[in-house]
């Protein structure tokens, strides 16, 4: 039976990571991530887990001490936030490489410079193609869910890739909500035990774990993530139905929120969808058929069943909490844009950047984006795909 709790989003973070019970924690602090481990740190100092605290000098440290950990056999999770993960960028890349399946809590913040610690989701989008899956949590309660979930995707024989679950600074990681938490041993259930096949501190078959690896079998290897990266896909629902069996809370690539007749969709992730819901409604009442496609996985993308979700729209925008800097929209944008086109679905689409270095986003700044879908819809033109939201200008 769920335990009904009032937790902020770092807390639900660390209960998380408690009831999981990691071998391994490495972590270095860095706001607004630094109440996780802080939090965590007290469960291992009371005895409430087992776990080996490596307090390191650095987020690079951090990962390099959760690569040699889960390397050796043990289950290791971390988290860091903005400039923090830029730090780990080099070992990002090495833990997906070596296809170890860390998990880590990634508490969304602008990255430097100049220096903000406000939420956007620029360092998230600055590693999206580093082979880490990446689950993205609306409030409290998701977060603590994903990480839940977490190491069944990320152990899974068939994927063995890392994985982050974001949430938005402040926003969520400080801001106490009502939030319904498991019991520990249904979790420890859940969660199961890590058994790595191979592992350097297995006498029985010694091994080499990140040996120098060039033309002959480089390209092989990279294939052989991306099948990894495919075939999380299949593994996140499969996990995602066990899980709604044990707790009754579901989950799928995204949520489709009022829209089985929209006709104007905003596509978005994290705490805005929260936002862009309360404002639909509010539309809805006013006979405007407004809906919100709020993405949960980003990575693996699941362009197809975006795509198929998007179809029956007349317009489509789509926010991005972070900018591209390519001139042609951000990341989710382009990435939605993409599985349209491959999928040969035409809705007019257009980019919104929004929330950069913490600025607000209030209900009159997505209603204004659903009016705008209004007037694609009625002039039949979209005179500038590349948009923003909430930007100060000077006439």
Request: aromatic content about 8%; hydrophobic content about 40%.
């Amino acid at each position: 039976m769920s335990i009904r709790e009032r937790l902020s989003g770092n807390e639900a973070a660390a209960t998380a990571m408690k009831q999981i019970n990691p071998d391994v924690v490495a972590a270095f602090p860095i706001t607004p991530s630094t109440e996780i481990p802080q939090y965590f740190s007290t469960f291992v100092s009371n005895g409430t887990v087992d776990t080996e605290f490596v307090a390191v000098e650095s987020e690079h440290s951090a990962m390099s001490a959760c690569i040699g950990a889960e390397a050796a056999g043990a289950r290791a999770m971390t988290a860091t936030s903005a400039n923090g993960l830029s730090l780990m960028w080099e070992m990002i890349y090495i833990a997906s490489s070596l296809r170890l399946p860390i998990v880590m809590s990634l508490v969304n913040r602008a990255v430097s410079g100049p220096l903000n610690i406000h939420n956007d989701q620029s360092d998230a989008m600055g590693v999206r193609d580093s082979g880490w899956i990446m689950l993205f949590s609306e409030n409290n309660q998701e977060a603590y869910d994903n990480l839940l979930m977490a190491h069944r995707i990320a152990e899974n024989p068939k994927v063995r890739l890392p994985l982050m679950v974001c949430q938005d600074g402040f926003i969520t990681s400080h801001s106490i909500e009502n939030i319904e938490l498991e019991e520990d041993e249904l979790v420890k259930n859940f969660v199961g035990t890590y058994k790595p096949e191979h592992y350097l501190l297995n006498d029985k078959e010694p091994i080499a774990v990140g040996p120098l690896d060039l033309q002959a079998y480089l390209f092989e290897h990279k294939a052989q993530q991306a099948e990894a990266m495919r075939n999380a896909k299949k593994v996140i629902l499969e996990v995602a139905e066990e899980f709604e069996k044990v707790t009754g809370r579901k989950y799928s690539f995204f949520e489709e929120y009022k829209m089985e007749d929209a006709e104007y969709v905003i596509v978005c992730m994290n705490s805005t969808a929260g936002t862009a819901k309360f404002t639909a409604d509010k539309l809805r009442e006013q006979g405007i058929k407004a809906g919100v496609l709020k993405l949960r996985v980003f990575r693996p993308f699941p362009a197809e069943e975006i795509s198929r979700a998007l179809s029956k729209a007349k317009a489509v925008a789509v926010l991005d909490k972070a900018d591209g800097l390519n001139a042609v929209g951000g990341p989710l944008f382009t990435d939605v844009t993409s599985g349209m086109y491959v999928n040969n679905i035409k809705v007019p689409t257009v980019s919104y950047i929004y929330g950069i270095g913490g600025r607000d986003t209030k209900s009159d700044d997505i209603e204004k984006v659903y009016i705008d879908l209004q007037e694609i819809v009625k002039s039949g033109n979209v005179v500038n795909p590349y948009r923003y939201l909430g930007l100060r200008r000077e006439d």
